[in-house]
T-cell receptor
Framework: GAVVSQHPSRVICKSGTSVKIECRSL??????MFWYRQFPKQSLMLMAT?????????EQGVEKDKFLINHASLTLSTLTVTSAHPEDSSFYIC????????????FGPGTRLTVL | DAKTTQPPSMDCAEGRAANLPCNHS???????VYWYRQIHSQGPQYIIH???NNETNEMASLIITEDRKSSTLILPHATLRDTAVYYC??????????????FGQGTELSVKP
């Protein structure tokens, strides 16, 4: 149980284009999902908290107009990187909270974004 | 949320117990201790969490000191597949929305044959 998937696992795009990453909770409903970013040799950095049916809460320094988050259902949240640039190349990871297990966060496998 | 301090790296022989320490001297009474690990290029994997009692599951044991200022994650029989970065995180628990996790640098555990 408590499986979180992400799609795609890898994406390469040209500078200036937009990329959408999906995060799904496969066997549970998640009222809250989180989005993280990880650069090489660094730890995970929280980008935003996504609650189903409401606007996401962004961490300080994260541009909400660049990283669009939608959490339209209890099993799906999406992160769209708009007008991507090479400095947005990173490992993007989502997590989802299961209320049935003491609100433990379970993580997806991550999406490797490369912007050329 | 309280901050944690972990050694940057540790080695462990295959088959032996791996004991990973974590200091969280400013932990509050309502903060839980969570442990996750991240194998290279994968998402973090939940291991275990606790409030004040020692906890054990199929993956590991968590020993929390009586004053809750430190804890130790124990992998009883480390294998090569346990090589990963281990993160100790404290956060407020409870409720059904979950508190955010703030990741530090973790401990890079290398299990050697």
């Amino acid at each position: 149980g408590a499986v979180v998937s992400q799609h795609p696992s890898r994406v390469i795009c040209k500078s200036g284009t937009s990329v959408k990453i999906e995060c799904r909770s496969l066997d549970f409903q998640a009222t809250t999902m989180f989005w993280y970013r990880q650069f090489p040799k660094q730890s995970l950095m929280l980008m935003a908290t996504s609650n189903e049916g409401s606007k996401a809460t962004y961490e300080q320094g994260v541009e909400k107009d660049k990283f669009l988050i939608n959490h339209a259902s209890l099993t799906l949240s999406t992160l769209t990187v708009t007008s991507a640039h090479p400095e947005d190349s990173s490992f993007y990871i989502c997590s989802a909270v299961t209320s049935g297990s003491g609100d433990t966060q379970y993580f997806g496998p991550g999406t490797r974004l490369t912007v050329l | 949320d309280a901050k944690t301090t972990q050694p940057p790296s540790m080695d462990c022989a295959e088959g032996r117990a791996a004991n990973l320490p974590c200091n969280h001297s400013t932990i509050s009474g309502n903060e839980y201790v969570y442990w996750y690990r991240q194998i290279h290029s994968q998402g973090p994997q939940y291991i275990i969490h606790g409030l004040k009692n020692n906890e054990t599951n199929e993956m590991a044991s968590l020993i929390i000191t009586e004053d809750r200022k430190s804890s130790t994650l124990i992998l009883p029989h480390a294998t090569l597949r346990d090589t990963a970065v281990y993160y100790c995180i404290v956060r407020v628990g409870g409720g059904n929305q979950g508190g955010k996790l703030i990741f530090g640098q973790g401990t890079e555990l290398s299990v050697k044959p």
